[in-house]
């Protein structure tokens, strides 16, 4: 990289909800952004409605999730009901994660809706960097920087980025460019989709749940209480023309019972997908969300696993920008969320509409036990390969919290430093993070605070006394909530990475003075932690 090209931003092509999440993360770190969008306004398409936890926890890390919560309907309960009775099979109850995360809830939001939120936050934080009417024509790689192309409402112009993400949807113009193919499949089913106005609270009072799947083996729905409406959701036989909508009227009747005053909105019919990009990154251009991989969204895998991506990249571009860090941290990112993408939410899509359709057969993400239903549904269970084993996962199972494994998300608990309270998730939303679980009194050995990068606490059910020389890197955990939560022994070493993963999860030796945690950083970006 050479001197002349240090400074320039990151662009990202396009400003759909993946695009603003990965801006909104890349601003956190402190790394220069610009967006760019074809259009000259944000979709009005009716689109995705349904926010997963773990996004909702990406969303505050990036500061922006205060103002989305306020324009969606929050919820506590996935319904599970038989089409043709009504009546509730099962329900998930997010309730179940309060001893893992801040947020034991999903949201109900419509994607036109979202986006302008999103946006908002990002103007707010980076006044001038969203770019509209700037459509990518062509680009050119060279050794330190890409050369972009764009045709804008001022007539051509070109702007050189570092790195280029494209975020520009399932039929992007940078993959399409770079020659790179999609593999999988698209069904002849698709989707039909209503917003409609009705009152299923007082004069005709339902009962269902905000989010409730309605199972049949002929004809299964899936009912949606958006803030200002209701969303309707059902397979459209593959040939069939779109309904008319005295004929969509008909059919919700026939799902929720006779109504009056029942509106329709809005529609829109999508196509179903499982695809997925062969390769992820060309250089210095990556592929992230629908443009990497097209997961039609059965139980909210869609949008939600976009969002994936924009924890998992950002955080790597801005340690290699600040030098922490060599390139080759980079292909972690494709080397984790891809069997995320491909066997994990394309998979869990396929079992899902499975599943509605009563058609015979296990469906791993749906067991016995209520927490790991949950923290499934949630999107909490994504374990990534940190290590490159090919040990990862997206479900989790039983009654009660599982001990923590590397590349789990951490869980998001309070501890307790000198300040007063602090997440576990802000501790390390900028930095890796190592956790020496020991005992205080005993005047453990813990490395001093000496980089920005790596940052040293000794938890403990003792707090460290004003003499100890801990009290500027000791967290008190009362009762060893937070340590019987992770489930591991005294004296063992947890590292976290800035997006909440577990990195590594090692014994620790408390008597020692070898900084472990700094080399096991050292492995995961290929450079020295560096020092103040």
């Avoid at 549904?377 to 923590?404: C, E, F, H, I």
């Avoid at 789990?408 to 939303?429: I, K, N, Q, W």
């Avoid at 990068?453 to 403990?460: D, E, K, N, P, T």
């Avoid at 937070?482 to 489930?487: A, E, N, S, Y």
Wanted: charged share 25%; hydrophobic share 40%; aromatic share 6%.
């Amino acid at each position: 990289m050479t001197a002349a090209y240090d400074d320039l931003p990151v662009a990202v092509i396009g400003a759909g909800p993946i695009g603003l999440i990965t801006a909104l993360g890349l601003v956190h770190h402190g790394v220069p952004v610009v967006v760019f969008e074809e259009d000259d306004r944000l979709s009005l398409d009716t689109k995705a409605g349904t926010v997963l936890t773990r996004t909702l926890e990406v969303l505050h890390r990036y500061g922006a999730l205060d103002d989305v919560l306020g324009a969606s309907l929050r919820i506590d309960e996935i319904g599970d009901l038989d089409r043709a009775t009504n009546v509730s099979t099962f329900s998930v109850r997010t309730a179940e994660l309060t001893e893992d995360t801040r947020f034991p809830f999903v949201i109900n939001i419509p994607q036109h809706h979202l986006e302008p939120v999103l946006r908002t936050a990002l103007e707010k934080k980076a006044p001038g960097i969203l770019h509209m009417g700037h459509r990518l024509t062509s680009f050119t790689q060279h050794e330190d920087h890409v050369e972009l192309r764009l045709d804008t409402p001022a007539g051509e112009r070109t702007v050189a980025a570092r790195h280029v993400l494209a975020c520009d949807g399932g039929r992007s113009q940078v993959r399409e460019q770079l020659g790179i193919t999609v593999e999988g499949k698209t069904l002849e089913e698709r989707y039909m989709l209503v917003d409609l106005k009705a009152d299923l609270d007082v004069d005709n009072p339902r009962d269902y749940p905000y989010l409730a799947y309605f199972g049949d083996p002929e004809e299964w729905m899936i009912l949606v209480r958006q803030p200002h409406c209701w969303r309707f959701l059902y397979p459209l036989a593959a040939g069939r023309p779109e309904p008319e909508r005295h004929e969509l009227a008909a059919k919700a009747r026939r799902f929720i019972g006779d109504v009056k005053d029942l509106e329709i909105l809005g529609t829109n019919i999508y196509t179903v997908h499982h695809r997925v990009a062969d390769r992820w990154q060309d250089g210095r251009i990556l592929l992230m969300g629908d443009a990497a991989h097209l997961i039609t969204p059965m139980w909210a895998l869609g949008l939600n696993t976009g969002v994936l991506d924009a924890s998992n990249l950002p955080w790597r571009l801005a340690w290699v920008r600040r030098g922490w860090a060599d390139e080759s941290l980079l292909s972690g990112y494709e080397k984790e969320q891809a069997p995320v993408a491909i066997q994990g939410s394309g998979e869990m899509a396929e079992a899902a509409r499975a599943y509605m359709d009563r058609r015979r057969g296990s469906v791993e993400a749906m067991t016995e036990g209520d927490w790991g239903n949950a923290f499934t549904r949630a999107l909490l269970g994504v374990r990534l390969d940190v290590d490159g084993s090919g040990d990862w996962s997206m479900v989790k199972n039983g009654d009660r919290p599982l001990p923590v494994v590397p590349g789990d998300r951490a869980p998001d608990l309070p501890l307790f430093g000198p300040e007063g309270r602090v997440h576990l998730h802000d501790l390390a939303a900028d930095s890796f993070v190592a956790l020496y679980f020991t005992d205080t009194r005993r005047r453990p050995a813990i490395p001093p605070q000496n980089s920005p990068a790596l940052r040293h606490f000794a938890v403990s059910r003792w707090d460290a006394p004003h003499d100890s020389g801990l009290r500027d890197r000791a967290l008190f955990d009362p009762g060893e909530r937070v340590r019987q939560r992770f489930g591991v022994p005294d004296d063992t070493l947890v590292l976290l990475r800035p997006d909440g993963h577990v990195a590594a999860l090692v014994p620790y030796d408390r008597d020692g003075d070898h900084d472990k945690a700094a080399e096991l950083c050292q492995r995961i970006t290929g450079r020295p932690v560096p020092r103040i």
